[in-house]
T-cell receptor, first 112, second 113 residues
Framework: GESVGLHLPTLSVQEGDNSIINCAYSNSASDYFIWYKQESGKGPQFIIDIRSNMDKRQGQRVTVLLNKTVKHLSLQIAATQPGDSAVYFCAETMEYGNKLVFGAGTILRVKS | DGGITQSPKYLFRKEGQNVTLSCEQNLNHDAMYWYRQDPGQGLRLIYYSQIVNDFQKGDIAEGYSVSREKKESFPLTVTSAQKNPTAFYLC????????????FGSGTRLTVV
């Protein structure tokens, strides 16, 4: 079926450490996978995306890895900061990009 | 929020009432979406519209209605048929980039009193 899920509901990290947020997906036909960050009371914000024919993509302090063999997606945040505390969602494009299916989310808590 | 505006930010509804949530965009985008978010959960698609005067049901359309009379506006009505309407409602537009990612509004928190 169409579903995108996350392994860990909550992740606590020490400020300055690296964070890794994981996501499993079930549909192999998606063109893109996208990570969003949602702060409390706000709408999700785009972080980074990766096309299905890529294994890795880097942004500023973030890296997304895609393992199509095991249908696994991860978001790595380097030198995690208190401002990174939020809920992180992975999402999967469906129907040629006309639909976006979201996972349940992971709460990232950064300890100072 | 990148040219997409949702209002009001907070909305209270009595049981049995219909309420309408506003979503306006000034980015001239064709595709607009409504999502519902419950506490501790992800986003679920209610309705979406690819073009003016056309819209499609999402995964949880029951108890909701929409219209798309103008390109810049995509209002969502939560009807009395929606038995559990308390949630955070998010409107989005589809970006023009290749990934088809969305830009979201700031949301409307609806509470039934």
């Amino acid at each position: 079926g169409e579903s995108v899920g996350l392994h860990l509901p909550t992740l606590s990290v020490q400020e300055g450490d690296n964070s890794i947020i994981n996501c499993a997906y079930s549909n192999s036909a998606s063109d893109y996978f996208i990570w969003y960050k949602q702060e409390s009371g706000k709408g999700p914000q785009f972080i980074i995306d990766i096309r299905s024919n890529m294994d890795k993509r880097q942004g500023q302090r973030v890296t997304v890895l895609l393992n199509k063999t095991v249908k696994h997606l991860s978001l790595q945040i380097a030198a995690t900061q208190p401002g990174d505390s939020a809920v992180y969602f992975c999402a999967e494009t469906m129907e040629y990009g006309n639909k976006l299916v979201f996972g349940a989310g992971t709460i990232l808590r950064v300890k100072s | 929020d990148g040219g997409i505006t949702q209002s009001p930010k907070y909305l209270f509804r009595k049981e049995g009432q219909n309420v309408t949530l506003s979503c306006e965009q000034n980015l001239n985008h064709d595709a607009m979406y409504w999502y519902r978010q419950d506490p501790g959960q992800g986003l679920r698609l209610i309705y979406y519209s690819q073009i003016v005067n056309d819209f499609q049901k999402g995964d949880i359309a029951e108890g909701y209605s929409v219209s798309r009379e103008k390109k810049e506006s995509f209002p969502l009505t939560v009807t009395s048929a929606q038995k559990n309407p308390t949630a955070f409602y998010l409107c989005a537009i589809r970006d023009r980039g290749p990934s088809g990612g969305y830009t979201f509004g700031s949301g409307t928190r609806l509470t039934v009193v």
